[in-house]
């Protein structure tokens, strides 16, 4: 069974960072490209950043525009993302899950942790 586990979420000020951690585990995670996505309040599930199995490869959303940096260590089953220069509009609930690009919208998420910024 699949499991997702993410963590590192908070309430941060604009301009602020925050390091989200997904571990994962049911599966064989150095096979597996993986995924963050978000759901901001009342809208729909966006991908925000994707990285290949092996890490060589990444994709990140057009809003991300250079602030945020995914990362995987596989020796730990564990994807990041490292959020910097946060602003209002990236208050969401991001999931970690499997798969790269719009492919990971439809994938089995974790419960997600929840990410708020302020002004």
């Known amino acids: 069974e699949v499991q997702l586990v993410e963590s590192g979420g908070g309430l941060v000020q604009v301009g602020g960072s925050l390091r989200l951690s997904c571990a994962a585990s049911g599966f064989t995670f150095s096979r597996n490209d993986m995924s963050w996505v978000r759901q901001a309040p009342g809208k729909g599930l966006e991908c925000v950043s994707s990285?290949?199995?092996?890490?060589?490869?990444?994709y990140y959303a057009a809003f991300v525009k250079g602030r945020f940096t995914i990362s995987r260590d596989n020796a730990k089953n564990t994807l990041y993302l490292q959020l910097n220069s946060l602003n209002t509009e990236d208050t969401a609930m991001y999931y970690c899950?499997?798969?790269?690009?719009?492919?990971?919208?439809?994938?089995?998420r974790g419960q997600g942790t929840q990410v708020t910024v302020s002004s």
């Open positions: 990285i290949e199995s092996a890490g060589t490869g990444t």
């Open positions: 899950a499997q798969g790269f690009g719009n492919n990971a919208l439809r994938a089995t």
